[in-house]
Structures are given as structure tokens and as C-alpha cells.
């Protein structure tokens, strides 16, 4: 989870020195919806981590218990 808030404090960040606001809320609607996506695509991204590393978990458990 600390991943997941890290990256998307540095995208907010980068977003509002990018379109010069100081929140999102800010933004045109056009600029909001890129900022929603690229947190959709953040939190994405770690849920595909987090998955890959339940797998490997998994994995290696089952290979360890035969």
C-alpha cells in the first residue's frame, strides 16, 4: 500500500506542475480525466504486482509441501 500512495503522491505532484494548479479539482475536465487515469493505471499496476507475488507465494509453497 505504501507503494501504491507514494506513486500516486508523485503523480499528483507532477500533475499540478504540469497544468499549473494547485489540486486536480483545478484542472480543466479534460486534464482531470488524464489525472484519473493515470491513477487508475497506478493502482492497477500494483494489484498486478501484488497478484504476481501471491502466485510466486503460492507457488512456492506448494513445492515446498511435496
Request: aromatic share 10%.
Amino acid at each position: 500500500m505504501a507503494k501504491a500512495d507514494r506513486l500516486s503522491s508523485e503523480w499528483f505532484y507532477e500533475f499540478c506542475e504540469k497544468y499549473g494548479v494547485d489540486d486536480p479539482d483545478e484542472a480543466t475536465p479534460e486534464q482531470q480525466e488524464e489525472y484519473d487515469e493515470a491513477l487508475d493505471a497506478i493502482h492497477a499496476s500494483i494489484l498486478e504486482e501484488y497478484a504476481a507475488e501471491l502466485t510466486e507465494k503460492s507457488k512456492g509453497a506448494e513445492e515446498g509441501s511435496t
